[in-house]
Structures are given as structure tokens and as C-alpha cells.
């Protein structure tokens, strides 16, 4: 049986600040932060990822003594530990709901990163490390979160240093839809690694002509070059692939290319390149595309021009008037149509997401690729579902207070459980479902979700409950994304 641990709180942030103290004594944690860090007010969301992590089992034997370390037991003293956080963007651009939808909370970010201290001790190291969308303004973001907080505790505190590391190579600024600035970043500061999966990704033999794939800028020429002729290949982070343990902390949203976003698609954050990841193929599904649904002509037309557009603006010409043309559709059409792949049709998008699992969990430190039957690198997930996001997922979703932190060391039976809690289908979801049936594709030793053991702690509660995955209802389904409504719903009855 595969184990999930599942923690019920209080569904908000209130009354948390940066750099979110516990505001409660554990006995693990007195040696790494001092009798004094225990001051201020209670963190429901710190005891919240506590009680996760316990009831995933780590550490079973010690815990409530000042000896339990839970990541000690996924990584020893010495260790490199990343934390992989959401931060895809730092606003959301519906009036009637917040930020906190949108990526992890900072309080989720620092019980982590206290426990990741507490496993590597002196001789180890913790950095965050994030590749948000590439029109998210870094500093901004990282005031939101509160991270020169969270920096300048450990450092002025504890004496220790916690690294934060923007991995693009680049931020853009976006005007009407068309990029009219580029800059140049850092990038990350140990490089990055060119990964091919070659025969094991899951663009081989799906029959996708790899000419038709577009990626997150407008040139789509080294999507499909980087996927052509037996490549299939991705630059990651080498700050990620070089850790000893990543801890991924995905946000519980909907999504417009694969459903949900949950643990499988955060991974998208590790890239040092994103328009190496195809997001769709363009044109309908008549045409060997999945870029949007049916024939119809405006959808067609919409389509060719896009693709004149990026020829475009591709050589830095026409931007003004791509912009012209991209405020008059919105004015005539506004948002309510189907386009880029965001859609239940979407081919392309899930596979992506499945060959970025298998890199981070099958890539040795050479970047060569084994067959998948053990993984060579350990991975953590905590996942944040406090304010969770429905609808226009994951840039601008609506607020759910849903009030839970789940916690497990296989991605798939960790969304399959956070599906559960949505009132979603898995069987409707390639990116989980095909995984689970098809070796070829697998990610992890998942096949049947009757394999999965939920271990819950209900909210002001100590000890876990043991379920099923079939017994964890949701409290109301969620509002998919408008192209994902009516597919990806669990059936009634």
C-alpha cells in the first residue's frame, strides 16, 4: 500500500506574517530555532504541515520527541535539500479573488524549509529554487511571499543561510498579450543540464508530428527541433538535479492544459528553458493539432494568424500591430473561447508533464537515463490546499477555503487523493491516468488507485484515521476550467 498524509485546518492564512514562526513549542524543532522563535501568534498552517508529515509516517518511531526529524529519514546530515515552491506569477487578475489561490504561501515555504534545516544540519545546505512564468516580476513575487523575510531570519537568527534562486534565463513584460520587453536574469548558478529521454519520453510514438508543437515564446522552432528525429529533450536545473532531496510544494488549482496543476505539473518549475516544453500542436484535431476543439472557421482563421503573429514577432517586427489585432478579438470575442491547447483535448501538455517526472526521478547525475524501475533521486511533496483555486486555473482561479496540506513521497497517489478532494475523475486526467496504465509511461509504482492508503488527521486532531482512496469525498466539486467542464467531473452514483 502506498501512504498519503492528509492534514485538516483552518481553510485561510489569517493572522500569519512574515517570516511565519510555528507560534507553538515542538520539541523537534528547539534545538534548530531557540527557545525565543516559538514567540508570536499560532500557525495553524506550520501544525498543519507538522501533522502531514507525521502521518506520511516519517520518523514514525520518534515522533513528539525533541529526536524526530522527518526529512531525516529522506535525507541524512550533509545533505543538499531544494524546495521546489508554485510561483508562477504574482497576481491574479480577478477582482473577486486573491493571490493566494495562485502559488504556495510563504507559511507553507518556512515549515518546510525549518524542517529541511533540521535534516541537513551545518555541514548541509537548503535553497528555494522556482521557474515561474516568465512575465512574473521576481522581486515582486518574492515581497508577497515574504522570502527577504524568511532569508533574514535564518541568517540573522540562526546563523544560516537560506538560498533563493529565480532559475530563468529570462522575465518579459507583456502588453495586450505580445511580449514588449525582454531581461535577462542570473539564471541558476550551478547551470543547467541538457536531458534527452530519447525512446523513453512520452511524445514517442504518440503519433504527434513534433512540427506542429509551440512552446511558451514565439519561435517555435526549438520546440520541435529538440523533439525531432529520436530526441526528446529538456534543459533542467542543475540546482535541482545535483540535490540530495527535493521537496516539491505544489498549489491545489484546476488548469487549463491538464485539469489540475497538484504535484505531476509543477515540475514545470525546473526548467532553464520552457519553449523546449511542448504546451500544444497547433491547428484542430482534423488537422493533427489540439490546439482547439471542432472546424469551425473562425477558430481556423484565428489559428493562421497566430502562427503569421509569431513569424512576426519572432524578428521583433509587427508588435504594435499584432497588439491592435489582439485587443480587437478580445473586444469582439472576449475569453470564453478555446484556444493554445486549454482544453480536455489537449495531447501534448500531459505528456510533457510525464517526461519531467520521469527526468527529475530517473535522470542520473550524467543525465542518462535508466530503465525506470527504481528511482535514482528522491523526491518529498507537500502539497498546499489551504486556499485552494478553481475555474481559470492556474492563472486566475477563484478562491476555494478548503483548509488542507497533503504530504507523500509518490506524486501520483498524492493526486490522486487532492483529485478526490476536488470531486475530479482521474480516470478523465491523461497526465495521472495514463501513467497508472501504461508502463511505458510510468512515473512511479502506482497502478490502481486501490493501492493508495490515505492516513488523515481531521482539524484540532493528534492522531490519523486510516481510509481508502474511495472514502475521501469531496466537500463540493470544484469549477473546472471552462474547456475541462463536463469532463473531468467523477460521475454521480
Request: glycine content about 10%.
Amino acid at each position: 500500500m502506498i501512504r498519503v498524509g492528509l492534514a485538516h485546518t483552518q481553510p485561510d492564512y489569517a493572522g500569519l506574517s512574515a517570516p511565519y514562526g510555528p507560534g507553538k513549542t515542538f520539541p523537534e524543532l528547539a534545538g534548530l530555532l531557540g527557545t525565543d522563535s516559538f514567540a508570536g501568534p499560532a500557525n495553524h498552517v506550520y501544525a498543519a504541515v507538522r501533522s502531514a508529515l507525521h502521518a506520511l509516517g516519517l520518523d514514525a518511531e520518534r515522533f513528539g520527541s525533541a529526536d524526530w526529524n522527518p526529512l531525516g529519514a529522506l535525507a541524512p546530515r550533509g545533505s543538499r535539500i531544494v524546495l521546489k515552491p508554485n510561483f508562477i506569477r504574482h497576481w491574479n487578475p480577478v477582482e473577486k479573488a486573491s493571490i493566494e489561490s495562485v502559488i504556495t504561501h510563504g507559511s507553507i515555504v518556512r515549515a518546510m524549509a525549518d524542517y529541511a534545516f533540521l535534516a541537513a544540519g551545518n555541514d548541509g545546505s537548503v535553497a528555494i529554487a522556482e521557474a515561474p512564468q516568465h512575465d512574473c516580476q521576481w522581486d515582486r513575487m518574492a515581497e508577497i511571499v515574504g522570502l527577504p523575510e524568511l532569508v533574514a531570519f535564518y541568517d540573522q537568527e540562526l546563523g544560516l543561510e537560506l538560498e533563493v534562486i529565480d532559475l530563468r534565463r529570462e522575465e518579459v513584460t507583456y502588453r495586450d498579450g505580445v511580449i514588449v520587453e525582454r531581461r535577462e536574469r542570473p539564471g541558476d548558478p550551478a547551470g543547467y543540464r541538457l536531458v534527452d529521454l530519447a525512446g523513453m519520453s512520452a511524445f514517442a510514438n504518440s503519433g504527434l508530428d513534433p512540427q506542429r508543437f509551440r512552446g511558451a515564446d514565439y519561435d517555435p522552432g526549438p520546440t520541435s527541433h529538440h523533439h525531432t528525429d529520436g530526441r526528446n529533450e529538456y534543459l533542467l536545473s542543475e540546482t535541482v538535479l545535483s540535490a540530495d532531496l527535493v521537496v516539491n510544494l505544489p498549489k491545489l488549482k484546476t488548469h487549463k492544459k491538464t485539469g489540475v496543476t497538484l504535484a505531476l505539473k509543477n515540475l514545470v518549475g525546473i526548467n532553464g528553458d520552457k519553449n523546449l516544453l511542448p504546451h500544444h500542436c497547433v491547428g484542430s484535431p482534423d488537422q493533427g493539432g489540439d490546439e482547439f476543439p471542432g472546424a469551425a472557421a473562425v477558430d481556423r482563421v484565428r489559428s493562421f494568424a497566430t502562427e503569421v503573429a509569431r513569424a512576426l514577432l519572432k524578428r521583433g517586427i509587427g508588435t504594435q500591430l499584432v497588439r491592435w489585432v489582439r485587443r480587437a478579438e478580445n473586444a469582439a470575442r472576449g475569453d470564453d473561447f478555446i484556444r493554445s491547447g486549454n482544453w480536455h483535448g489537449n495531447r501534448t501538455t500531459w505528456r510533457m508533464c510525464v517526461d519531467l517526472n520521469r527526468c527529475l526521478y530517473y535522470s542520473d547525475a550524467q543525465g542518462a537515463h535508466f530503465d525506470a524501475s527504481a528511482p535514482v533521486r528522491t523526491v518529498l511533496t507537500v502539497l498546499d490546499g489551504i486556499v485552494a483555486g478553481e475555474g481559470e486555473g492556474p492563472l486566475a482561479p477563484l478562491d476555494v477555503p478548503l483548509g488542507v496540506v497533503l504530504a507523500a513521497t509518490d506524486p501520483v497517489a498524492l493526486d490522486l487523493v487532492a483529485l478526490r478532494l476536488m470531486g475530479f475523475d482521474e480516470q478523465r486526467i491523461p497526465k495521472v491516468c495514463e501513467p497508472m496504465r501504461d508502463d511505458t509511461l510510468r512515473i512511479t509504482s502506482v497502478r490502481d488507485a486501490r493501492e493508495v492508503r490515505v492516513h488523515e488527521v481531521a482539524r484540532h486532531a493528534s492522531d490519523a484515521s486510516v481510509r481508502r482512496l474511495d472514502e475521501i469525498d469531496a466537500p463540493r466539486t470544484f469549477a473546472a476550467h471552462p474547456g475541462w467542464r463536463t469532463h473531468i467531473e467523477r460521475m454521480q452514483g
